[in-house]
């Protein structure tokens, strides 16, 4: 595990604040967009024209050859999902975008899963208590405590709750790169990380699942990643920013 972290400065803060907020009002207008009958990448390309018009780009487009402009992930599909043509959102299903943009080379990225009508008890367990893993995991973000003491929380959070802690994906600093260091993962059990200190910008971001832990990459488009049990996934993201009391949530929005 890294030890580094970044320090922004106030200058770049500034910056960091309004693409993250940009990010945050894209992510909700999506969100508010969606509906069952349309194909994962018309969603996708609404995201584009909807990022478009902040007069930002997707950060996630091309970023190591990553085909859309957000990730969409459809029930099993854990992250990285990508819009496809031939796949027509469901009112059953459970779908999470993952939303980056990038503007005044400055960098936001959020995620949340949604449903369509109210879901079923195993569901509803998934979506608030991944939602909760995150209010938990930025709790805990507070200068002179230590990236272990996010993931202690998330993870305590996550048993609770029964849910499935994805291990090979974790959260991440962020601000003027997409990844920073340092990683944070959503677990325990490496270490402790680097200590927290005001101008760190963090992404928190719990992938829990209702069953397994273990997760498969698509070997075909390379991107996707799936429970392994086929069982549903969801994720929640926000960017916080380490401040001398609590932390600022970069990517808050009254809907999330
Ligand atoms: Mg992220």
């Not at 779908?95 to 959020?110: E, K, N």
Request: with cysteine; net charge negative.
């Amino acid at each position: 595990m890294s030890g580094n972290r970044i320090i922004h400065t106030p200058e770049e803060i500034v910056r960091i604040r309004r693409a993250a907020a940009v990010t945050a009002q894209v992510r909700d207008e999506i969100a508010r967009l969606a509906h069952p009958g349309m194909t994962t990448f018309d969603l996708d390309q609404l995201a584009g024209s909807l990022i478009n018009a902040t007069g930002g780009k997707s950060a996630f487009k091309n970023y190591h050859g990553f085909p859309g402009n957000i990730c969409i992930s459809v029930n099993d599909v854990v992250i990285h999902g990508i819009g496809r043509p031939d796949q027509i959102i469901t009112e059953n299903d459970i779908v999470s975008i993952d939303v980056g943009v990038t503007i005044d080379h400055a960098m936001g990225d959020t995620a949340l899963t949604f449903s369509f009508k109210e879901p079923e008890s195993d569901t509803r367990r998934l979506l608030d208590g991944t939602r909760q893993a995150l209010m938990d995991g930025i709790a805990a973000a507070r200068a002179g405590s230590f990236i272990r003491d996010i993931s202690a929380a998330v993870e305590k959070c996550a048993r609770k709750h029964k849910l499935g802690i994805v291990r090979e994906y974790v959260g991440h600093g962020c601000g003027i790169k997409l990844h920073e260091p340092p990683e944070v993962p959503n677990y325990t059990g490496w270490g402790k990380g680097p200590r927290l200190e005001p101008g760190m910008v963090l992404c928190i971001e719990p992938m829990l699942n209702l069953g397994t832990d273990s997760v498969r990459l698509d070997r075909k488009d390379n991107w996707t990643v799936r429970t392994a049990d086929g069982k549903l996934s969801a994720h929640f993201e926000h960017m916080i920013l380490i401040t001398d009391n609590e932390p600022e949530i970069l990517t808050w929005q009254k809907t999330m």
